[in-house]
């Protein structure tokens, strides 16, 4: 094939197959996406927010939510995280 003539395209295919391989082995998630959900309690009017990330595991997406702990905290999603 023309592609493989190249080994500069021929390495960065191994690499990423690798990587892939690894991340679906090591039961991990990197992150895809991810956006911050405004919650307010009926009960007290109090406003709560929490991240929701989307993470590639290797074979599908799992979605997780973040909480924050404590309130106007700014929090961001992790890049790589374990699931379990």
């Not at 690798?18 to 009960?43: R, T």
Request: glycine share 4%.
């Amino acid at each position: 094939m023309m592609i493989f003539k190249r080994p500069a395209v021929k390495w960065v295919i191994i690499i990423v197959c690798m990587l892939w391989v690894a991340l679906y082995y090591s039961n991990s998630g990197i992150l895809i996406s991810g956006h911050e959900v405004k919650f307010v309690a009926p009960d007290t009017k109090k406003e709560f927010k929490y991240q929701t990330c989307r993470y590639f595991t290797g074979m599908s997406f799992v979605v997780k939510d973040f909480w924050s702990a404590k309130q106007g905290e700014k929090q961001s999603c992790p890049v790589l995280v374990k699931l379990d």
